[in-house]
C-alpha cells in the first residue's frame, strides 16, 4: 500500500491564482483531513471529512475549499492565493468503525510545500 | 475548544540520557492523546498514544504519562540516541470527535 499520497510535492504560486492540491488514500479510511503548517508551529485542522460526501471546517477553514466525492480523495482548493497561505500542508486519514466511534491513529502524506509570492 | 500547550519549546540533552515533554490540555471531554514525532521535511509520524483509561503506556525507549485530574500528559524518551533528534508534536481529542488539536511542538536534540 502507498498509504496517503499527495502532489504536488512544491508550488509556488502568484497572489491571485488558484490551485487544487491533491490527496488521495488506498488504506479504505472513511476519515480525511487537511492540515497546515507554519514554519516552527504545529499543525492546524483546515477542513475534515468523514466520509463520501461529508465535509465539515477546521481550525482555519477561511480560504479554503474541499469535496470528497469519493472514499480515496480529498482535493484541497485554494481560490484566491494570498501570502498568508503559504506553508506546509498536509493530509491524514484515520478509520473509526462504525457504532461506537473509537479515536484511531492519523497517517500522514509527504506534505505539499506551497509559496505564495 | 479544545487547547493544547506543550512546554519545552526546544530541549537539548547529552546522548544516553532522558528527555521528557510534557502538554496540557483544556477541554475535560478529550480522551485520546497521540504523539507525533516529525523530522526535518518529513511527515509527522505516530510514535506512541495514550486513551483516558489508562495513565500510562510504554513502548520500548518511549512512554507516555497522562494524568487526567490535572489535564496533563507526557512523553517519556529513556537512553536517548541521535536519531530521536526531531519535532514532536502532542495532541488531544475528544472521543468520537477524531479531530486533533496539536501542541505547538518540541525540537529536541541529542547531542553525542
Known amino acids: 500500500n502507498a498509504g496517503v499520497t499527495q502532489t504536488p510535492k512544491f508550488r509556488i504560486l502568484k497572489i491571485g491564482q488558484s490551485m487544487t492540491l491533491q490527496c488521495t488514500q488506498d488504506?479504505?479510511?472513511?476519515?480525511m483531513y487537511w492540515y497546515r503548517q507554519d514554519p516552527g508551529m504545529g499543525l492546524k485542522l483546515i477542513y475534515y471529512?468523514?466520509?463520501?460526501?461529508?465535509?465539515d471546517k477546521g481550525e482555519v477553514p477561511n480560504g479554503y475549499n474541499v469535496s470528497r466525492s469519493t472514499t480515496e480523495d480529498f482535493p484541497l482548493r485554494l481560490e484566491l492565493a494570498a501570502p498568508s497561505q503559504t506553508s506546509v500542508y498536509f493530509c491524514?486519514?484515520?478509520?473509526?468503525?462504525?457504532?461506537?466511534?473509537?479515536?484511531?491513529?492519523?497517517?500522514f502524506g509527504d506534505g505539499t510545500r506551497l509559496s505564495i509570492l | 475548544g479544545e487547547n493544547v500547550e506543550q512546554h519545552p519549546s526546544t530541549l537539548s540533552v547529552q546522548e544516553g540520557d532522558s528527555a521528557v515533554i510534557k502538554c496540557t490540555y483544556s477541554?475535560?471531554?478529550?480522551?485520546?492523546f497521540p504523539w507525533y514525532k516529525q523530522e526535518l521535511g518529513k511527515r509527522p509520524q505516530l510514535i506512541i498514544d495514550?486513551?483516558?483509561?489508562?495513565g500510562e503506556k510504554k513502548d520500548q525507549r518511549i512512554a507516555v504519562t497522562l494524568n487526567k485530574t490535572a489535564k496533563h500528559f507526557s512523553l517519556h524518551i529513556t537512553e536517548t540516541q541521535p536519531e530521536d533528534s526531531a519535532v514532536y508534536f502532542c495532541?488531544?481529542?475528544?472521543?468520537?470527535?477524531?479531530?486533533?488539536?496539536f501542541g505547538q511542538g518540541t525540537r529536541l536534540t541529542i547531542n553525542p
Open positions: 491524514a486519514s484515520s478509520y473509526s468503525r462504525g457504532g461506537l466511534i473509537i479515536n484511531q491513529p492519523q497517517h
Open positions: 488504506m479504505n479510511h472513511n476519515y
Open positions: 471529512s468523514v466520509g463520501a460526501g461529508i465535509t
Open positions: 477541554d475535560s471531554a478529550s480522551n485520546y
Open positions: 495514550i486513551r483516558s483509561n489508562v
Open positions: 495532541a488531544a481529542s475528544r472521543q468520537g470527535a477524531q479531530k486533533l488539536v
